[in-house]
């Protein structure tokens, strides 16, 4: 049967997952109403239950809400990237000794296979699970589980509310149109918010139980045949495997709204290289080769007078994945549509067209720079290393010369952060000796 524990598949969700670190770090923010902001402070990412209670939306403007938090006495905070991505990974490790298969889904969520012999109560076993990862790191999660990926997506609503954190949708509940009718239409997982306006306008279709009874080549025919999957999936039919380990990515994008707006080539410059090396770590972590780069900048989307907004990209002769190839191309691409003058407000890079890099590369003699490819190895042992320190100390400690002590000297384009919680820096870890008498700071 299609709800036994021989189909089980459970959905680790991290509560309040920006919020919950920070409590971690910080044991005075427990119980406290706690909002994490996005770069440069402007929206609401992340809140904790009680300003939720609030009624304070995800996303919203902190200038909105300011008065409001401030009365309530809510710790506001600039978020936290490298810290967070420190203890998700720390959760993921917790997670991967519960089962044989972790598919991890984003920073705070991730598949499990409960579908093991040795499981006999899928939902006594996850709440050990529960257990484990709150002694090991201190992280409250909760746990959906049903037969399939978008149903376990479901029961992690559920689990959320539920006393033991903990819910087992079953054949005989997701089977009723009653308790399906609960959940709106956008609450399910694969369905955007474009998607939900349309089918409520043009299909009054309001619910996941109006979704599950919805005629099949309806979906397929006005939408996409993955809407057509979820249906199925609600259904109880399953249709997405899992698959272990991290999803690789399609594309990278790295990019930011600038502190201030920045005039000057340079500035401009030191910002895209930034990203650029950014971009280049995430697709090494992610074991993945890009053959195609593109670069835009663009000033204030809010001011209609001197708007300006290019963008440009270049496809490699072949995968590439080191610093020095990304760097090139974006700075000849910044130096093909910077403008003087201009106020920009905003840039990014995008990799994308990737590759594993289990997969062969074809072989050149030499590449457009006239760089053997059999160097390709030596460069990548060095990229191996400066990740490692970068990953290490939570910032890129080493990068290249256009952006060289960038955030410690507080550039134009880097994001404000007046709500910033104490961080590590690496000017206060030990020094390390080197050689006989000379010393590094770290």
Not at 140 to 158: F, N
Not at 329 to 346: F, N, P, Q, T, V
Request: hydrophobic letters at 40%; a positive charge; charged letters at 25%.
């Amino acid at each position: 049967m299609e709800d036994m524990a021989s189909r089980a598949i459970g959905l680790c969700d991290c509560n309040n997952f920006f919020v919950s670190c920070e409590r971690r770090e910080n044991p005075a923010l427990i119980d406290r109403p706690v909002v994490v902001l996005s770069g440069n402070d402007g929206c609401i990412v992340a809140r904790s239950n009680e300003v939720k209670a609030m009624g304070v939306p995800m996303g919203e403007p902190y200038f909105k809400v300011r008065g409001l938090l401030e009365r309530a006495g809510a710790a506001v905070l600039s978020g936290r990237l490298s810290l967070y991505n420190k203890i998700s990974a720390e959760v993921m490790s917790r997670l991967a000794c519960f089962s044989d298969v972790t598919e991890v889904y984003s920073i705070d969520e991730a598949f499990i296979n409960l579908a093991i012999p040795s499981i006999k109560d899928p939902a006594a076993y996850c709440m050990e699970l529960r257990k484990d990862i709150w002694r090991h790191c201190s992280i409250p999660v909760s746990v959906g589980i049903s037969s399939t990926k978008t149903l376990a997506k479901l029961a992690s609503h559920c689990a959320k509310h539920s006393d033991s954190g903990v819910f087992w949708l079953k054949r005989d509940s997701y089977a009723d149109p009653r308790w399906m009718a609960q959940f709106e239409v956008g609450d399910i997982w694969g369905v955007g918010r474009r998607m939900a306006k349309r089918l409520n306008l043009y299909h009054r279709i309001l619910t996941a139980a109006d979704f599950v009874s919805a005629d099949d080549l309806l979906l397929k025919r006005d939408f996409s045949v993955n809407a057509l999957y979820t249906a199925w999936e609600l259904r109880g039919y399953p249709v997405y495997p899992l698959a272990g380990g991290r999803r690789a990515p399609k594309s990278i994008q790295v990019s930011r709204s600038f502190g201030e707006a920045v005039f000057s080539y340079g500035e401009l410059l030191e910002a895209v290289s930034y990203f650029t090396l950014c971009a280049a770590r995430q697709l090494r972590a992610a074991k993945q080769r890009a053959s195609r780069m593109g670069v835009y900048i663009t000033t204030s989307r809010f001011r209609t007078d001197n708007f300006y907004a290019r963008e440009d990209a270049r496809s490699f002769s072949s995968p590439r994945s080191l610093d020095c190839d990304f760097l090139s191309a974006a700075r000849d691409m910044l130096a093909g549509i910077y403008r003087e003058g201009c106020a920009y407000k905003k840039a990014g890079v995008v990799l994308d067209d990737f590759t594993d890099v289990s997969c062969g590369v074809q072989q050149l003699l030499f590449d457009e720079e006239g760089r053997p490819e059999a160097r390709e190895g030596k460069f990548l042992l060095a990229a191996a290393v400066t990740d490692s320190l970068n990953r290490e100390f939570g910032r890129l400690v080493i990068g290249s010369a256009d952006n060289f002590g960038a955030p410690e000297r507080k550039s134009k384009w880097y994001p404000r952060r007046g709500h910033s919680a104490a961080e590590n820096d690496y000017r206060d870890r030990p020094a390390l000796p080197i050689g006989p008498s000379r010393r590094v700071g770290f």
